[in-house]
Nanobody, 114 residues
Framework: QGQLEESGGGLVQPGGSLTLSCVAP????????WGWYRQAPGAQRDLVAS???????RYADSVKGRFTISRDSTKSTLYLHMSSLKPEDTAAYYC????????WGQGTQVTVSS
């Protein structure tokens, strides 16, 4: 599967915005569906947004209307633009294939707090 590199997390106030990025190996990026997953402390890792190889996107109900997933094949990069952030969005965010492969990146931490 190769290395996945997530970035863009940080501390943001409620109502704020962040954009996460994930660089994937080009050999597996094109032609595959991808997803953003998140895991809060003590919770399971859940899929919050996915995008197909042709760009069709789907979202968990908890983020619908607030998060936007996109992909750039020229850069083998997956994005997640998050707006109207809530404290319950606090989690480590990961990218992976959808369904996920066996290897995960380090993730990027998003903390929503005043």
């Amino acid at each position: 599967q190769g290395q996945l590199e997530e970035s863009g997390g940080g501390l943001v106030q409620p109502g704020g915005s962040l954009t996460l990025s994930c660089v994937a190996p080009s050999i597996i990026f094109d032609g595959n569906a991808w997803g953003w997953y998140r895991q809060a402390p003590g919770a399971q890792r859940d899929l919050v947004a996915s995008i197909g190889s042709r760009g069709r996107s789907r979202y968990a109900d908890s983020v619908k209307g607030r998060f936007t997933i996109s992909r750039d094949s020229t850069k083998s990069t997956l994005y997640l633009h998050m707006s109207s952030l809530k404290p319950e969005d606090t989690a480590a965010y990961y990218c992976n294939l959808n369904p996920p492969g066996p290897y995960w990146g380090q993730g990027t931490q998003v903390t929503v707090s005043s």
